[in-house]
DNA sequence: AACCTTTGCAACCGCTCCCTG
DNA sequence: ACAGGGAGCGGTTGCAAAGGT
C-alpha cells in the first residue's frame, strides 16, 4: 500500500493550462494569497487542478516578475559557476538569478547550456575512473590533506550555501557541526568552460573570470598527483556520473 | 508537399524534507 | 520520538514547433 495521492486524480484536470484556468489562478491568488496550502487551493478558486500542478503554474508561469526569453552571458556565467559548485540544485542557482525559475534553468541546461559546454570540449577517451565505495550522491570529495575521499553529509543537501553578492565566495555550514567546508575550496577555483578554450577561473582572492588556461582534464589518478604538489589546493568535487569522466577541480 | 527527426519547454511524477500534532 | 501529510525539489516525459530530407 503506497502513499495517499494528494488529490483526486480522477477528477483533476491534467495537460496544458487555458488562458482560463490562468485566470482563475492568478486572480484568486492575487486576491487571497496561496494560504500556505497548495492542496485546497484549486477547489477554493474553482479549478479542477492537482494543488501541486496550480503551485507550478504560478511559480513557473504566472507570478509577478517571471523572465523569459534568452539567457545572458551573465546568467550563463552564473550557471555554469554554481553548477560546478553545488551540482543541480536548481531551485538555488534559481535564487541567485532574480526572475528566473528553476525549471526554466533546468531546462535551459538541459537542452542548450549543457550541450553548448559539451559541444566545445573535447570528449575524452579516457573511460570514468571508478571510485569505491560510490556514494549515492554520485558526488565524492577528496581531502588531500589526508589523502582521503568521503561523501558530503547527506549528500550536500544539510549544507545550505550562502553567497556573496558577487558569487565570488561560497560557503558551506553543516547545520550540527557549523562546519565550513566548501569556503576553503575556491581557492583556485576551476570551471566549466564556455567558449573555445576559455576557462571560468576563481583566483585565490575570490574573484573570477574567464581565461584561456589549459583545460584540466585529468582522471583522478592525475588529479591525485596534480594535488599533491599544489599547495593551495584542498580539494576536488569527482561527479562520478559525468561522461567523460571529467573531474571538476578546486 | 509530406514525412521524419530534433529541439524546446511546460507539466507531471515520485521522492525527500520538514512541520505539526 | 514518532507518524502523517503538505511543500518543495529534481528527474523525466509528452507534445508542439521547427528544421531537415
Not at 158 to 177: A, M, Q, V
Request: with cysteine.
Amino acid at each position: 500500500m503506497g502513499r495517499a495521492p494528494c488529490c483526486d486524480k480522477a477528477n483533476v484536470k491534467k495537460g496544458p493550462w487555458s488562458p482560463e484556468e490562468d485566470a482563475k489562478l492568478k486572480e484568486y491568488i492575487e486576491q487571497n494569497g496561496t494560504g500556505g496550502n497548495w492542496i485546497t487551493l484549486p477547489q477554493k478558486a474553482g479549478l479542477r487542478r492537482c494543488g501541486k500542478s496550480c503551485r507550478l503554474r504560478w511559480l513557473n508561469y504566472l507570478r509577478p516578475n517571471i523572465k523569459h526569453g534568452e539567457f545572458s552571458d551573465d546568467e550563463d556565467k552564473i550557471i555554469c559557476t554554481l553548477f560546478a559548485t553545488i551540482g543541480s540544485r536548481w531551485s538555488i542557482i534559481a535564487a541567485q538569478l532574480p526572475g528566473r525559475t528553476d525549471n526554466d534553468i533546468k531546462n535551459y541546461w538541459n537542452t542548450k547550456l549543457k550541450k553548448k559546454l559539451l559541444g566545445r570540449v573535447p570528449q575524452s577517451p579516457r573511460k570514468p575512473h571508478q571510485i569505491s565505495p560510490s556514494p549515492s550522491s554520485s558526488t565524492l570529495l577528496y581531502n588531500c590533506s589526508n589523502n582521503t575521499y568521503h561523501t558530503p553529509p547527506t549528500s550536500f543537501s544539510c549544507f545550505e550555501p550562502s553567497y556573496s553578492s558577487s558569487f565570488s565566495k561560497l560557503e558551506y555550514s553543516n547545520g550540527d557541526h557549523n562546519q565550513q567546508i566548501g569556503k576553503h575550496c575556491y581557492n583556485n577555483f576551476y570551471s566549466e568552460v564556455a567558449d573555445d578554450n576559455q576557462k571560468l577561473i576563481m583566483s585565490s582572492n575570490h574573484d573570477y573570470e574567464w581565461s584561456t588556461e589549459t583545460p584540466l582534464d585529468y582522471g583522478i589518478e592525475e588529479i591525485k598527483q596534480l594535488i599533491s604538489t599544489t599547495s593551495s589546493c584542498n580539494t576536488f568535487i569527482y561527479y562520478e556520473n559525468n561522461a567523460d569522466g571529467k573531474v571538476l577541480y578546486y
